[in-house]
Protein backbone atom coordinates (compact mmCIF):
# COMPACT_ATOMS: atom_id res chain seq x y z
CA UNK A 1 0.00 0.00 0.00
CA UNK A 2 2.03 2.94 -1.11
CA UNK A 3 -0.66 5.51 -0.18
CA UNK A 4 -2.44 5.06 3.14
CA UNK A 5 -5.42 7.68 3.34
CA UNK A 6 -8.28 7.29 5.83
CA UNK A 7 -11.32 9.67 7.21
CA UNK A 8 -13.10 9.34 11.03
CA UNK A 9 -15.42 11.62 12.39
CA UNK A 10 -18.69 11.78 14.74
CA UNK A 11 -20.11 8.74 12.49
CA UNK A 12 -18.48 6.08 14.85
CA UNK A 13 -16.67 5.06 10.80
CA UNK A 14 -12.87 4.97 10.39
CA UNK A 15 -13.18 5.04 6.04
CA UNK A 16 -9.84 4.06 4.03
CA UNK A 17 -9.92 5.46 0.72
CA UNK A 18 -8.56 5.08 -2.85
CA UNK A 19 -6.61 8.47 -2.92
CA UNK A 20 -6.98 8.70 -6.89
CA UNK A 21 -10.24 6.87 -7.33
CA UNK A 22 -11.94 8.02 -4.35
CA UNK A 23 -13.88 4.53 -3.75
CA UNK A 24 -13.90 3.75 -0.23
CA UNK A 25 -12.12 0.31 0.17
CA UNK A 26 -12.16 -0.76 3.47
CA UNK A 27 -14.47 0.55 6.55
CA UNK A 28 -13.71 -0.27 10.47
CA UNK A 29 -16.45 0.47 12.97
CA UNK A 30 -15.27 2.33 15.83
CA UNK A 31 -19.10 1.86 18.32
CA UNK A 32 -17.41 2.89 21.52
CA UNK A 33 -17.38 7.01 20.63
CA UNK A 34 -16.41 9.34 17.44
CA UNK A 35 -13.03 9.54 16.30
CA UNK A 36 -11.32 12.70 16.91
CA UNK A 37 -7.72 11.82 15.61
CA UNK A 38 -6.13 9.49 13.41
CA UNK A 39 -2.20 8.69 12.91
CA UNK A 40 -0.41 5.82 10.65
CA UNK A 41 2.59 4.59 12.17
CA UNK A 42 5.88 5.73 9.91
CA UNK A 43 6.44 2.07 8.70
CA UNK A 44 2.67 1.77 7.38
CA UNK A 45 1.87 -1.15 9.27
CA UNK A 46 -0.46 0.69 11.96
CA UNK A 47 -3.40 3.18 12.17
CA UNK A 48 -4.26 4.60 15.88
CA UNK A 49 -7.44 6.12 16.21
CA UNK A 50 -7.85 8.48 19.50
CA UNK A 51 -11.95 8.39 21.09
CA UNK A 52 -13.28 10.11 24.07
CA UNK A 53 -11.24 7.97 26.37
CA UNK A 54 -9.17 5.54 24.26
CA UNK A 55 -6.81 5.24 21.66
CA UNK A 56 -7.62 1.97 19.40
CA UNK A 57 -4.99 0.80 17.54
CA UNK A 58 -5.53 -1.11 14.13
CA UNK A 59 -3.41 -3.44 11.95
CA UNK A 60 -3.81 -1.91 8.49
CA UNK A 61 -2.79 -5.01 6.92
CA UNK A 62 -4.88 -7.07 8.49
CA UNK A 63 -8.71 -7.26 7.29
CA UNK A 64 -9.81 -8.21 11.01
CA UNK A 65 -11.56 -5.01 12.28
CA UNK A 66 -11.07 -5.63 15.58
CA UNK A 67 -8.27 -3.25 17.21
CA UNK A 68 -4.72 -5.40 18.10
CA UNK A 69 -4.55 -2.79 21.10
CA UNK A 70 -6.42 -0.08 23.16
CA UNK A 71 -4.89 1.95 25.46
CA UNK A 72 -6.43 3.15 28.61
CA UNK A 73 -6.14 5.70 31.17
CA UNK A 74 -7.35 9.24 29.88
CA UNK A 75 -10.38 9.94 31.72
CA UNK A 76 -11.66 12.76 28.42
CA UNK A 77 -11.60 13.42 24.89
CA UNK A 78 -8.50 12.74 23.61
CA UNK A 79 -7.70 15.56 20.87
CA UNK A 80 -4.20 15.16 19.93
CA UNK A 81 -1.76 11.88 18.70
CA UNK A 82 1.70 11.02 17.06
CA UNK A 83 3.73 8.35 16.78
CA UNK A 84 7.38 8.29 17.67
CA UNK A 85 9.60 8.14 14.15
CA UNK A 86 10.18 4.81 14.41
CA UNK A 87 6.72 3.96 15.97
CA UNK A 88 8.30 2.86 19.50
CA UNK A 89 5.87 4.88 21.64
CA UNK A 90 3.29 7.46 20.53
CA UNK A 91 1.48 10.76 22.88
CA UNK A 92 -1.76 11.25 23.15
CA UNK A 93 -3.32 14.71 24.81
CA UNK A 94 -6.40 15.06 26.11
CA UNK A 95 -8.98 16.96 27.62
CA UNK A 96 -8.55 15.80 30.97
CA UNK A 97 -5.55 18.06 31.31
CA UNK A 98 -2.49 15.44 30.40
CA UNK A 99 -0.57 14.72 27.86
CA UNK A 100 0.62 10.82 27.93
CA UNK A 101 3.49 9.11 26.17
CA UNK A 102 2.16 5.28 25.47
CA UNK A 103 4.52 1.95 24.77
CA UNK A 104 2.77 0.72 21.36
CA UNK A 105 4.25 -2.76 22.09
CA UNK A 106 2.42 -3.15 25.59
CA UNK A 107 -0.42 -0.51 25.61
CA UNK A 108 1.45 1.05 28.99
CA UNK A 109 2.12 4.64 29.80
CA UNK A 110 5.69 5.67 30.09
CA UNK A 111 5.23 9.14 31.18
CA UNK A 112 2.49 11.63 31.86
CA UNK A 113 2.60 15.57 32.49
CA UNK A 114 -0.06 17.82 33.42
CA UNK A 115 -1.41 20.86 32.44
CA UNK A 116 -3.94 21.37 34.80
CA UNK A 117 -6.47 22.67 31.99
CA UNK A 118 -7.78 20.63 28.72
CA UNK A 119 -4.70 20.08 26.35
CA UNK A 120 -5.54 20.69 22.59
CA UNK A 121 -2.67 19.40 20.89
CA UNK A 122 0.41 17.70 20.96
CA UNK A 123 3.02 17.03 18.47
CA UNK A 124 6.85 15.53 18.88
CA UNK A 125 9.56 17.69 17.98
CA UNK A 126 11.82 15.90 14.51
CA UNK A 127 14.43 15.56 17.65
CA UNK A 128 12.04 13.35 19.25
CA UNK A 129 13.06 14.35 22.93
CA UNK A 130 10.72 17.15 22.81
CA UNK A 131 7.05 17.41 23.23
CA UNK A 132 5.00 20.43 22.75
CA UNK A 133 1.57 20.70 23.66
CA UNK A 134 -1.08 23.66 23.80
CA UNK A 135 -4.25 24.07 25.86
CA UNK A 136 -7.28 25.83 26.63
CA UNK A 137 -5.96 28.52 28.98
CA UNK A 138 -3.80 30.02 26.41
CA UNK A 139 -0.71 27.87 26.83
CA UNK A 140 2.22 26.81 24.66
CA UNK A 141 4.17 24.44 26.46
CA UNK A 142 7.75 22.14 25.14
CA UNK A 143 8.33 19.40 27.42
CA UNK A 144 12.31 17.55 27.51
CA UNK A 145 12.32 14.22 27.31
CA UNK A 146 15.59 13.59 28.76
CA UNK A 147 15.06 16.20 31.41
CA UNK A 148 11.47 15.07 32.74
CA UNK A 149 10.14 18.37 32.52
CA UNK A 150 8.52 21.42 31.14
CA UNK A 151 11.34 23.21 29.41
CA UNK A 152 9.18 26.39 28.21
CA UNK A 153 5.71 27.28 28.93
CA UNK A 154 4.65 30.12 26.47
CA UNK A 155 1.59 32.18 26.63
CA UNK A 156 0.71 34.04 23.43
CA UNK A 157 -2.53 35.75 24.13
CA UNK A 158 -3.77 35.79 27.92
CA UNK A 159 -6.99 34.20 28.15
CA UNK A 160 -7.53 32.73 24.63
CA UNK A 161 -7.43 29.59 23.71
CA UNK A 162 -4.61 27.54 21.86
CA UNK A 163 -6.11 25.61 19.80
CA UNK A 164 -3.40 23.53 17.33
CA UNK A 165 0.62 23.71 17.22
CA UNK A 166 2.70 22.74 14.64
CA UNK A 167 6.70 22.53 13.98
CA UNK A 168 8.78 22.18 10.95
CA UNK A 169 9.96 18.60 9.92
CA UNK A 170 13.45 20.44 10.14
CA UNK A 171 13.20 21.45 13.44
CA UNK A 172 13.10 25.37 12.46
CA UNK A 173 9.74 26.81 13.16
CA UNK A 174 6.92 26.17 15.66
CA UNK A 175 3.43 27.49 14.64
CA UNK A 176 0.32 28.10 16.87
CA UNK A 177 -3.09 29.25 16.82
CA UNK A 178 -4.32 30.95 19.04
CA UNK A 179 -8.39 32.14 18.46
CA UNK A 180 -11.86 32.66 19.83
CA UNK A 181 -15.36 33.27 18.04
CA UNK A 182 -13.98 36.87 16.19
CA UNK A 183 -10.11 36.29 16.53
CA UNK A 184 -7.88 33.59 14.56
CA UNK A 185 -3.89 33.94 14.95
CA UNK A 186 -1.02 32.42 14.20
CA UNK A 187 2.27 32.80 15.97
CA UNK A 188 5.44 32.17 14.64
CA UNK A 189 8.77 31.22 16.37
CA UNK A 190 12.05 29.92 15.20
CA UNK A 191 13.36 26.92 17.28
CA UNK A 192 17.08 27.13 17.74
CA UNK A 193 19.20 24.07 19.42
CA UNK A 194 22.68 24.50 20.65
CA UNK A 195 24.32 21.44 22.84
CA UNK A 196 21.17 19.82 23.07
CA UNK A 197 19.24 22.75 24.66
CA UNK A 198 16.63 24.57 22.45
CA UNK A 199 15.24 28.19 22.85
CA UNK A 200 12.61 30.36 21.06
CA UNK A 201 13.00 33.36 19.27
CA UNK A 202 9.56 34.90 18.03
CA UNK A 203 9.08 35.38 14.50
CA UNK A 204 5.98 37.01 13.89
CA UNK A 205 2.03 36.87 14.65
CA UNK A 206 -0.68 37.28 11.85
CA UNK A 207 -4.60 37.19 11.38
CA UNK A 208 -5.17 34.56 9.44
CA UNK A 209 -8.87 33.76 10.19
CA UNK A 210 -11.13 36.33 11.43
CA UNK A 211 -13.35 33.19 13.98
CA UNK A 212 -11.52 29.68 15.62
CA UNK A 213 -8.98 28.09 13.48
CA UNK A 214 -9.35 24.25 14.22
CA UNK A 215 -5.71 23.36 12.61
CA UNK A 216 -2.19 24.55 11.71
CA UNK A 217 -0.11 22.33 9.73
CA UNK A 218 3.51 23.33 7.86
CA UNK A 219 3.69 21.49 4.95
CA UNK A 220 7.08 18.80 5.15
CA UNK A 221 9.06 20.84 2.83
CA UNK A 222 8.03 24.05 5.06
CA UNK A 223 7.52 26.12 2.31
CA UNK A 224 3.58 26.62 3.48
CA UNK A 225 1.77 26.64 6.40
CA UNK A 226 -2.22 25.21 6.29
CA UNK A 227 -4.85 26.81 8.37
CA UNK A 228 -7.85 25.13 8.88
CA UNK A 229 -11.13 26.97 10.22
CA UNK A 230 -14.87 27.32 11.36
CA UNK A 231 -15.14 30.01 8.48
CA UNK A 232 -15.38 26.84 6.10
CA UNK A 233 -12.25 27.66 4.70
CA UNK A 234 -9.01 26.01 5.04
CA UNK A 235 -5.48 28.76 3.95
CA UNK A 236 -1.88 28.28 2.31
CA UNK A 237 0.28 30.68 3.37
CA UNK A 238 3.22 30.55 1.22
CA UNK A 239 6.06 31.11 4.07
CA UNK A 240 8.96 32.90 3.18
CA UNK A 241 11.49 33.61 6.00
CA UNK A 242 14.85 34.20 4.97
CA UNK A 243 16.69 37.72 4.90
CA UNK A 244 15.21 39.72 6.92
CA UNK A 245 11.97 38.14 7.37
CA UNK A 246 13.30 36.10 10.11
CA UNK A 247 13.63 38.87 12.93
CA UNK A 248 10.50 40.10 14.23
CA UNK A 249 8.59 42.74 12.24
CA UNK A 250 6.42 45.84 13.45
CA UNK A 251 7.03 45.02 17.20
CA UNK A 252 5.42 41.56 16.13
CA UNK A 253 4.78 39.91 19.57
CA UNK A 254 3.50 43.56 21.00
CA UNK A 255 0.77 44.52 17.88
CA UNK A 256 2.19 42.05 15.33
CA UNK A 257 -1.06 42.51 12.90
CA UNK A 258 -3.36 46.10 12.51
CA UNK A 259 -6.47 45.90 14.70
CA UNK A 260 -9.06 44.97 11.15
CA UNK A 261 -6.20 44.51 9.18
CA UNK A 262 -5.81 40.76 7.35
CA UNK A 263 -2.56 42.09 5.79
CA UNK A 264 0.09 39.50 7.59
CA UNK A 265 3.39 40.61 7.97
CA UNK A 266 6.31 39.81 5.64
CA UNK A 267 6.92 35.97 5.69
CA UNK A 268 3.52 34.69 5.71
CA UNK A 269 1.57 34.95 2.33
CA UNK A 270 -2.18 34.34 1.70
CA UNK A 271 -1.39 32.39 -1.15
CA UNK A 272 -4.44 30.43 -1.56
CA UNK A 273 -8.36 29.80 0.08
CA UNK A 274 -9.55 26.95 -0.38
CA UNK A 275 -13.66 27.58 -0.05
CA UNK A 276 -15.05 24.74 -1.35
CA UNK A 277 -16.15 23.63 2.09
CA UNK A 278 -19.64 23.66 3.43
CA UNK A 279 -18.93 23.87 6.93
CA UNK A 280 -16.24 23.89 9.80
CA UNK A 281 -13.17 22.56 8.34
CA UNK A 282 -11.46 20.72 11.31
CA UNK A 283 -8.15 18.64 9.88
CA UNK A 284 -5.61 18.77 7.12
CA UNK A 285 -2.66 16.45 5.92
CA UNK A 286 -0.32 17.41 3.43
CA UNK A 287 1.21 14.84 0.55
CA UNK A 288 4.82 13.92 1.06
CA UNK A 289 5.66 16.42 -2.05
CA UNK A 290 3.56 19.33 -0.41
CA UNK A 291 1.40 19.57 -3.87
CA UNK A 292 -1.40 18.25 -2.10
CA UNK A 293 -3.99 18.53 0.77
CA UNK A 294 -6.80 16.72 1.83
CA UNK A 295 -9.14 18.03 4.31
CA UNK A 296 -11.85 17.10 6.77
CA UNK A 297 -15.32 18.99 6.94
CA UNK A 298 -18.55 18.75 9.37
CA UNK A 299 -20.18 18.53 5.92
CA UNK A 300 -19.32 14.90 6.00
CA UNK A 301 -16.64 15.36 2.89
CA UNK A 302 -13.23 14.80 2.71
CA UNK A 303 -11.46 16.29 -0.21
CA UNK A 304 -8.07 16.34 -1.91
CA UNK A 305 -6.54 19.75 -3.75
CA UNK A 306 -4.27 20.55 -5.85
CA UNK A 307 -2.45 23.26 -4.61
CA UNK A 308 -0.67 24.73 -7.35
CA UNK A 309 -3.96 24.91 -9.17
CA UNK A 310 -6.73 25.27 -6.32
CA UNK A 311 -9.14 22.83 -7.15
CA UNK A 312 -10.60 19.94 -5.85
CA UNK A 313 -9.04 16.46 -7.52
CA UNK A 314 -11.27 14.07 -4.92
CA UNK A 315 -14.40 14.17 -2.73
CA UNK A 316 -14.61 10.96 -0.69
CA UNK A 317 -18.14 10.38 -0.06
CA UNK A 318 -19.62 8.05 2.55
CA UNK A 319 -19.84 9.46 5.91
CA UNK A 320 -23.10 10.05 7.24
CA UNK A 321 -22.45 12.49 9.68
CA UNK A 322 -19.40 15.21 9.95
CA UNK A 323 -15.87 13.91 9.17
CA UNK A 324 -13.39 15.90 11.40
CA UNK A 325 -9.80 13.80 11.45
CA UNK A 326 -8.01 12.41 8.41
CA UNK A 327 -4.44 11.26 8.16
CA UNK A 328 -2.21 10.59 4.92
CA UNK A 329 0.77 8.47 4.35
CA UNK A 330 1.82 8.89 0.78
CA UNK A 331 5.61 8.37 1.18
CA UNK A 332 7.60 5.83 -1.10
CA UNK A 333 9.51 4.70 1.84
CA UNK A 334 10.15 4.50 5.59
CA UNK A 335 11.02 8.08 7.15
Known amino acids: MSVILCTAGYDHTIRFWEALSG ?24 LAAAGHHTVKLYDIKSTNPA ?41 HIQRNYSHGV ?31 KCSHQLVP ?14 GSLLCAAV ?31 GTYITRVLLSPDVRHLATCSADHTA ?5 DLEGG ?48 LVTACSDHYARLWELQSKTIIRQYNGHHRGAVCVALNDYSEIR
Open 23 to 46: ICSRTIPHPDSQVNRLCISPDKRY
Open 67 to 107: AVLTFEGHTGNITGLQFHCEGKWMVTSSEDGTVKIWDTRSG
Open 118 to 148: PVNDVVIHPNQGELISCDRGGNVRIWDLGEN
Open 157 to 170: EEDKSVASVTVATD
Open 179 to 209: SNSVHGAVYVWRLITVRDVTSLVPVTKFRAH
Open 235 to 239: RIWAV
Open 245 to 292: ASQPSHNALDDPYRQGSDEPPQGFELEQELDGHQRWVWDCAFSADSAY
